[in-house]
């Protein structure tokens, strides 16, 4: 089975800083991963995924994400934090084309001026 | 042109009802899906489907079931509403086993409030 752990419900950020925003992935086949973000009362867009070769992979937004395989991680970067960037962002993980996605709780980004 | 869409938005409604959320894609792919959405914001896969196989998440009711007339749409009918569906449902549409990647695009959800 594949799931994702996000570490951290909530973070908060000043405008200008570094975004990181943590996913830890289990899975006992070589995995797919997406972030998704959320924004309020609206449905989910994907920023970037991995599903095979270069495993820094970059995104919209100025978003990036790499993953380790040694850590189990995917984690979401971004090197400077914008207003609009407050949303929900979501880690996911599938094993293979066609099949459902495995959703973490989900991460609320905020963003302080 | 709109990629994924559903309706309605927003659906209020009593318990006990039977209702239907519709969607549709237009992207030309073979797998749909339904999500939900909880309180929380903690999402769920409760089916996938294409036009071979109907995978339900065991931990769905009954009450809900997937209808596919053709390839493009994929609507959920719920029986006999209980306060705990209300929730928002997102459907999702990807290209399907036959490519090498599966990004998943979502509608913009209904919000369903069962009264």
């Known amino acids: 089975a594949q799931s994702v752990t996000q570490l951290g419900s909530h973070v908060s950020v000043s405008e200008g800083a570094l975004v990181l925003l943590r996913c830890n992935y289990s899975s006992s086949v070589p995995p797919y991963l997406f972030w998704y973000v959320q924004y309020p009362n609206q449905g989910l867009q994907l920023l970037l995924k991995y599903t095979t070769g270069a495993t820094l992979v970059k995104g919209i937004n100025g978003f990036e994400a790499e993953f380790k395989k040694s850590e189990t991680s995917f984690h979401l970067t971004k090197p400077s934090a914008h207003m609009s960037d407050a949303a929900e962002y979501f880690c996911a993980v599938t094993r293979r084309s066609g099949y459902a996605l495995n959703f973490g709780k989900g991460t609320s980004l905020l963003v302080t001026p | 042109d709109t990629a994924v869409s559903q309706t309605p938005k927003y659906l209020v409604t009593q318990m006990g009802n039977d209702k239907s959320i519709k969607c549709e894609q237009n992207?030309?792919?073979?797998?749909m899906y339904w999500y939900k959405q909880d309180s929380k914001k903690f999402l769920k896969i409760m089916f996938s489907?294409?036009?071979?196989?109907?995978?339900i998440n065991e931990t769905v009711p009954n009450r809900f079931s997937p209808k596919s007339p053709d390839k493009a749409h994929l609507n959920l009918h719920i029986n006999s509403l209980e306060l705990g569906d209300s929730a928002v449902y997102f459907c999702a549409s990807s290209p399907g086993e036959s490519r090498n990647y599966n990004e998943q695009f979502f509608g913009p959800g209904t919000r369903l409030t069962v009264l």
């Open positions: 489907y294409n036009n071979k196989e109907l995978i």
């Open positions: 992207l030309g792919h073979d797998t």
